[in-house]
């Protein structure tokens, strides 16, 4: 049954990817109202839907990356931001935390621990994005991070083990 699943969902995925890149190239406004990190996202948005109407909780995971990036460009392809690519890679693995997120929520039985995984990526993902260059773009001294920093490691393994059972 799960196969069947996988291919309703991989065929619906291929079907709404091909008919958008076909309608782009057809119609001729369509273009300049969907960018190209608008794809990106729409890909990402595609696979969270497929999990929640298939309850397959593991699209949600690839769905939660692809559609990030697609924000991360879309933001900088409005912006012409570029640079930001240095620190904001670091966002990834949060994306991937949202994902297992989701997944929990979609199909609990698959992974009833995936909030708690879940919690540690994205808390990782912050610290990361912060370290790497995120607190120095948003105007925030490096030497006042390092507080936060510990502050937010605390919190994580407080919540995991108020999450533990």
Not at 42 to 57: H, N
Not at 123 to 130: T, V
């Amino acid at each position: 049954m799960e196969h069947k699943k996988s291919n309703f969902a991989w065929g619906i995925i291929l079907i709404l990817f091909g008919g958008l890149l076909l309608a782009n190239q057809l119609v001729p406004g369509l273009k300049m109202i969907f960018d190209w990190p608008w794809i990106v996202m729409g890909v990402g948005v595609v696979f969270l839907l497929l999990a929640v109407f298939t309850q397959t909780g593991g699209l949600a995971v690839p769905g939660s990356i692809v559609g990030g990036i697609g924000a991360i460009l879309y933001y900088q392809n409005l912006t012409g931001n570029w640079e930001t690519w240095s620190f904001a890679w670091t966002l990834i693995p949060g994306f991937v935390g949202i994902g297992i997120a989701l997944a929990t929520l979609i199909s609990p039985k698959e992974n009833p621990d995936g909030l708690s995984a879940s919690l540690t990526l994205v808390s990782i993902s912050l610290i990361l994005f912060f370290v790497f260059g995120g607190a120095r773009f948003f105007g925030i001294e490096s030497i006042i991070l390092w507080p936060f920093i510990i502050i937010a490691i605390g919190l994580v393994l407080l919540v995991k083990g108020i999450l533990k059972k």
